[in-house]
């Protein structure tokens, strides 16, 4: 529906949630009850980095026998936190007593509520047309279109040859980021003008995992070890994806598209290729799976409707889609890869089917 909001504020009793504080000298700890909706998914997860951020102090979260830094997104998502799991902050340094308080407080905000969060993400399996001609999928955005297909494909890396300077990888790398960052901010400017919260909300977490120290790190490495700078950015995004799409939790799972989006955004930055391509309005457009960079760009264009061959109704895709009023079918199967360009199709997204 136009204009759904990304964030919904319910109001829930959040003083029992903290169940335990403990401080001493330099070093502070406590335990909370995670009330956020969905659990700790990006832009909770992303909160909690904002918020640590703010202090001079370490901070970590701990659930179980593992632990991340509340610093990093990614690594907080590799968690697997789920709403109503019991976590543990700890901080250490001069503000700790401080730290350790914003962070519990964040944690029990019960301020984020994923968008259809029952919904499932369903892979591209194999999915033949039926006799009656159609694919069936998933609806991620009402609506009904006509028109024909365009296919929208991501950027193919070249092989690497080796032979690298990794001070000159290092630089095209940190070079690539800043051109995409300087994108976010500026896509970031328009969405706050037009007051759609959605979009910010958005890029203002790509634009935090864009500055993820465990991205940064595990690409320096490989850099280190004498990978381009393409290739070490790509499979650093490919590890966390698949770190995700293993936790069993739908909306972490979801949330590699985010990943995805930003992978391609700074290797089109790197290898010099435009991010922006001419559609055709009123294409219907279909892809493997589409990015909200993507959508952007094809909302922006006067396309007729999205239809993905994987992707989930719970994706940010699909959150913007239907604050664009664009229809838009997910899961509807490689078979979609297989029809032609160019051919004329129906996107009944009402009925889930194309």
């Excluded at 009123?282 to 952007?296: K, M, R």
């Excluded at 838009?328 to 160019?342: E, I, K, M, R, Y």
Aim: glycine fraction near 8%.
């Amino acid at each position: 529906v136009a204009g759904e909001p990304l964030l919904q504020i319910a109001a829930r009793q959040i003083e029992a949630a903290v169940t335990a504080t403990d401080s001493s000298q330099g070093q502070a700890q406590g335990s909370v009850r995670i009330t956020h909706h969905g659990g700790l998914h990006a832009r909770p997860a992303a909160l909690i980095r904002q918020t640590a951020l703010g202090f001079k102090s370490t901070c970590r979260l701990h659930i179980g026998a593992n632990s991340a830094p509340c610093d990093s997104i990614v690594r907080l998502l590799a968690l697997g936190i789920s709403e109503h799991d019991e976590v543990q902050v700890s901080c250490a340094g001069e503000d700790a007593d401080a730290a350790l308080q914003a962070i519990l407080a964040a944690l029990a905000k019960d301020q984020v509520r994923p968008a259809a969060a029952t919904l499932k993400v369903l892979p591209a399996v194999a999915r033949p047309i039926n006799q009656e001609g159609q694919l069936n999928g998933v609806s991620a955005a009402p609506g009904l279109a006509s028109g024909a297909l365009y296919f929208l494909s991501t950027v193919q890396l070249p092989p690497d040859l080796g032979n690298h300077l990794p001070e000159e990888q290092m630089q095209a790398l940190h070079s690539a980021l800043e051109q995409v960052r300087a994108e976010i901010r500026l896509t970031l400017i328009q969405a706050r003008a037009e007051g759609n919260l959605d979009e910010e909300a958005i890029f203002d977490t790509h634009l935090a995992l864009l500055e993820d120290s465990e991205l940064l790190q595990a690409s320096h490495g490989a850099i280190d070890q004498g990978r381009n700078a393409a290739h070490a950015w790509s499979d650093a995004i490919e590890q966390q994806c698949a770190i995700l799409q293993q936790l069993g939790n739908t909306l972490l799972a979801e949330r590699s598209n985010d990943l995805h989006d930003l992978q391609q955004r700074v290797l089109r930055a790197l290898l010099g290729e435009s991010a922006q391509c001419q559609v055709p309005p009123g294409a219907i457009v279909a892809a493997h799976e589409l990015t909200p960079s993507d959508l952007l760009m094809l909302s922006a264009q006067q396309v007729a409707g999205l239809c993905m061959a994987a992707g989930g109704a719970t994706s940010h895709v699909a959150i913007l889609a239907r604050g664009k009023g664009l229809p838009c079918l997910v899961a509807l199967g490689s078979g979609l890869l297989d029809l032609p360009a160019g051919q004329q199709v129906i996107l009944d997204a009402d009925s889930a089917r194309l």
